[in-house]
């Protein structure tokens, strides 16, 4: 997105939060936040927000001035600042205008010198990208037309020659889990919790509670609890077996004890 030259290139990326990442195609997580720094030691905020939550603008300005300030403690000396660049990739609409590609900087009114360059801000809008992929001519271009399209991507186009973004496309196959065995999953762990009865959108903040539960539960006994509710919901073991990777053999011992308890 910056076209960052020799000298300047990323050396370090840190992903914050990385439960929050999706683990198939057919979930989106809230928001995924990565730190990276250059060989310059410059820090950057990577942000990508599916949703705007509120007072958006005023998060990121207060984000970004926190890990401004945060490089430096009390007493010592402010040369020691380096610059801080965010770059907020969104799922909706913020600013106005057609560009999907902003850069927002502090500069004096009157001769429109950036003299303030410590802090700067960049957005990808994706609901304002518009090119198909024969109209890609960027590597800007490419990049955002996988991040708005990959998940409807069955092969990866002709014109990609970057090694970075071949990676990304063979990369984003892997999670290749369909909506409905998702849904599925969700929804049996979704049962213990009582959810019944609510409006859609709080069964589908439910959904990523118990998504997001799963990941960092993995543990045994929390899939032979959802494979009970898919028994008594009547999946058939082969489908409890591929969503749960219990094995066949324990989920029929699982179905016989629970006819011997009934």
Do not use: C
């Not at 770059?87 to 429109?112: E, M, R, W």
């Not at 118990?210 to 028994?231: C, D, N, P, S, W």
């Amino acid at each position: 997105m910056l076209d960052l030259p020799k000298g300047k290139k990323i050396k370090n990326i840190e992903i914050k939060n990385p439960f929050q990442l999706p683990e198939i195609k057919a979930l989106k997580s809230s928001i995924l936040d990565i730190k990276a720094t250059d060989e310059r030691n410059i820090s950057y905020i990577v942000e990508m927000q599916v949703e705007e939550p509120d007072g958006f603008d005023k998060r990121v300005q207060y984000y970004t001035a926190k890990q401004y300030s945060a490089q430096i403690e009390i007493g010592e000396d402010y040369p020691k600042l380096n610059q801080v660049i965010f770059i907020g990739i969104l799922n909706f609409k913020f600013f106005k205008g057609g560009d999907y590609l902003t850069k927002h900087l502090i500069v004096n009114q009157s001769t429109g010198i950036q003299e303030l360059k410590d802090i700067e801000f960049n957005f990808i809008e994706l609901s304002k990208f518009s090119k198909e992929e024969h109209e890609l001519e960027t590597l800007i271009e490419k990049w955002t037309f996988f991040i708005k399209n990959a998940p409807n991507l069955k092969v990866i186009p002709a014109n990609i020659h970057d090694k970075g973004l071949k990676y990304a496309y063979e990369d984003a196959d892997k999670h290749n889990w369909t909506k409905d065995e998702l849904l599925a999953y969700d929804y049996a762990g979704m049962r213990r919790q009582d959810e019944k009865g609510k409006t859609i959108v709080a069964v589908k903040k439910a959904v990523k509670e118990a998504v997001e539960k799963a990941v960092e539960q993995t543990r045994e006994h929390e899939k032979l609890e959802i494979a009970k509710e898919m028994i008594n919901d009547n999946f058939s073991t082969t489908q409890i077996s591929k969503i749960t990777k219990l094995s066949i053999e324990t989920i029929e011992n699982l179905i016989n004890e629970m006819k011997n308890s009934r």
